[in-house]
């Protein structure tokens, strides 16, 4: 738990950082770290990887698309980090930590639970974490999301052709 909780920590002081950051290249870092973290958090609560690393290359295609669109429309910017910025960053990593080392020391007067042991505990957690996206009151859903995606690639890849010309013009 104490993973979980340091995770927590981290994804909540970067969301502060990126609020006060105006760089477009820092801000898409920190959305890729987030994008880790979050996919990361998924995989230890869902037990199964599929929908972070869906989650993963969805983010990473975006963040790589803003990359070029900012690489060929923005000006070349200085990155700069203010004095209270690092200082919120080493504070919430100290915090996280200081969770980390705690967290052993509070588990020790919890309360364990033991499992029943049920009909679709014998299920491997893998099938029971995806069957429901696949069956038929959030079907239509999952076919519609497809579609979208596969539609939004056909747009772009449209809009995105090499001999309309470059998107800037010198």
């Not at 290359?57 to 910017?77: C, H, M, Q, T």
């Not at 996280?96 to 309360?111: E, F, G, K, T």
Request: hydrophobic residues 60%.
């Amino acid at each position: 738990m104490s993973l979980l909780t340091s995770m927590v920590i981290a994804t909540v002081s970067m969301s502060i950082l990126f609020t006060s950051i105006s760089h477009p290249l820092a801000m898409g870092a920190i959305l890729l770290t987030q994008t880790i973290i979050i996919a990361m958090m998924t995989t230890l609560t869902i037990y199964t990887s599929w929908f972070s690393y869906i989650l993963f290359l969805i983010f990473l295609g975006a963040i790589l698309v803003l990359f070029i669109y900012v690489a060929s429309l923005a000006p070349n910017e200085p990155f700069n980090i203010s004095p209270p910025m690092v200082a919120l960053l080493i504070a919430s990593l100290l915090v996280a930590i200081l969770v980390s080392v705690l967290d052993p020391l509070l588990l020790m007067y919890s309360v364990t639970v033991k499992p029943q042991i049920t009909e679709m505990s014998m299920l491997p957690t893998s099938y029971t974490a995806t069957c429901p996206m696949y069956e038929m009151p959030s079907l239509m859903m999952t076919l519609f999301l497809i579609l979208y995606l596969l539609l939004t690639l056909v747009v772009i890849v449209k809009i995105t052709t090499t001999h309309f010309g470059p998107l800037r013009l010198n």
